[in-house]
T-cell receptor
């Protein structure tokens, strides 16, 4: 159990376009989902925490207007990178938890390349 | 504030050697959880272990073992008889007892060669 999927696994887009990444909890209801960003050979940096039905809480330094997060259902959260630029190229990982004090289960990640 | 330090950036060993990955943490919470994750080249995080702050018993799982020492705020991970398939980046992480937010260390890249 506790499977989290991400789609797409890889995406290449042109500079200036927007990209949406989906994160789904397949066998449990995730009231809380997290979005991380990982640069090459670096650690995971938490971008934001989203709770179903409410606005996401962004970490300091993360532009909420650039990284739009929607957690509209208990099994789906989306991250939209708006007006993407090459510096947004990164590995994006989501995780899902059944509640605020529950374990996180990680998705397989999405590799975004902006050309 | 919580902090996780993995001082070893990269470690290279020959197959069958034992290797220990260090993890030192800082937290003011009395209840917290410590984790180790493996990230192979594919990128997916693989959960290895969770340990809560009230359980200092060491744990062994096959070739993996973990040494939790609250007195030194350390949670070290040892792989015995390492194998090439162990090559990956290993992350230590900390979560406090009241929230799901994880704080990750910077990771240790382990390279096991023949």
């Amino acid at each position: 159990g506790a499977v989290v999927s991400q789609h797409p696994s890889r995406v290449i887009c042109k500079s200036g376009t927007s990209v949406k990444i989906e994160c789904r909890s397949l066998d449990f209801q995730a009231t809380t989902m997290f979005w991380y960003r990982q640069f090459p050979k670096k650690s995971l940096m938490l971008m934001a925490t989203s709770n179903e039905g409410s606005k996401a809480t962004y970490e300091q330094g993360v532009e909420k207007d650039k990284f739009l997060i929607n957690h509209a259902s208990l099994t789906l959260s989306t991250l939209t990178v708006t007006s993407a630029h090459p510096e947004d190229s990164s590995f994006y990982i989501c995780s899902a938890a059944a509640g605020r004090n529950y374990e996180q289960y990680f998705g397989p990640g999405t590799r975004l390349t902006v050309t | 504030a919580q902090k996780v330090t993995q001082a070893q950036t990269e470690i290279s060993v020959v197959e069958k050697e034992d290797v220990t990955l260090d993890c030192v943490y800082e937290t003011r919470d009395t209840t917290y959880y410590l984790f180790w994750y493996k990230q192979p080249p594919s990128g997916e995080l693989v959960f290895l272990i969770r340990r809560n702050s009230f359980d200092e018993q060491n744990e062994i799982s096959g070739r993996y073992s973990w040494n939790f020492q609250k007195s030194t705020s350390s949670f070290n991970f040892t792989i015995t008889a390492s194998q090439v398939v162990d090559s990956a980046v290993y992350f230590c992480a900390l979560r406090d007892g009241t929230a799901s937010k994880l704080t990750f260390g910077t990771g240790t890249r382990l390279q096991v060669t023949l």
